[in-house]
């Protein structure tokens, strides 16, 4: 495993300044999934920034609809009353995902913008294009069973591996609108869940890039 430094800040403005000032920085929360790609040598981070101590850990009441902190873990968006009563199937698809003890340590934030499970992507042997842009990529032409088959790239074919980033998706009501839903800065205060796809090279299929940021559930419209 590389050297890397760690952080812990008190408040989101030093969150974002820990991230600003390291060259190849990441946060880590449950890191479920990071600390996987860093045993992996997939992931080589310089500085690690822990938001666990940040005050981002509720479940609110906003606009007629949900805001998930992204520090809410998935045990406790699954299990809470409100979601379960009006958003069902997110909390169905997050139990179908993982184990219990992933669920209590996997945080909302992490599990929107974990890596793909794709063979190809885990190892560093083989090219490809979202751990190391214009390398190519092994899975087209490879074994590609748990790939996409709607939606890729010239350049990519693995998918996205968060089931409640589909839930949350299928919650928009209109996918054309929440693909093409343009990415928040790191400063925002909330985000819209945008629709997985494959980018060309980069390959990234996250929904907010590199931000702290609550999730919005909106409240249901009704049909026209």
């Not at 760690?6 to 946060?27: I, K, Q």
């Not at 899975?139 to 996205?160: D, E, K, L, Q």
């Not at 591996?161 to 209109?174: E, F, H, K, N, Q």
């Not at 205060?189 to 390959?203: E, I, K, N, Q």
């Amino acid at each position: 495993m590389n050297r890397f430094d760690y952080v812990r800040p008190e408040t989101v403005a030093d969150a974002v300044t820990a991230m600003a000032g390291g060259s190849n920085a990441r946060f880590i929360a449950g890191g479920t999934n990071l600390v996987d790609l860093m045993k992996y040598n997939v992931e080589r981070p310089e500085r690690l920034v822990d938001i666990t101590r940040l005050p981002l850990d509720r479940i609110e009441e906003r606009d007629g609809g949900l805001s998930l902190g992204a520090l809410v873990t998935n045990s406790t968006v699954a299990y809470d009353d409100r979601v379960k009563a009006r958003y069902p199937l997110l909390s169905s698809a997050i139990l179908a995902g993982a184990s219990g003890q992933l669920r209590n340590a996997a945080t909302t934030g992490g599990n929107l913008l974990q890596r793909t499970r794709c063979y190809y992507f885990y190892d560093d042997a083989t090219p490809c294009n979202k751990r190391e842009p214009g390398t190519g990529c092994a899975a087209i032409g490879g074994v590609n069973r748990i790939h996409a088959i709607f939606g890729t790239s010239p350049s990519c074919i693995a998918t996205h591996p968060s089931d409640m980033c589909v839930a949350l998706a299928a919650r928009t009501g209109d996918p054309d609108r929440a693909a093409s839903a343009p990415s928040p800065s790191p400063t925002s205060t909330a985000c819209r869940v945008t629709r997985p796809s494959a980018t060309p090279l980069s390959g990234r299929t996250r929904s907010c890039s590199r931000s702290i940021c609550p999730t919005r559930i909106s409240a249901p419209t009704t049909p026209t």
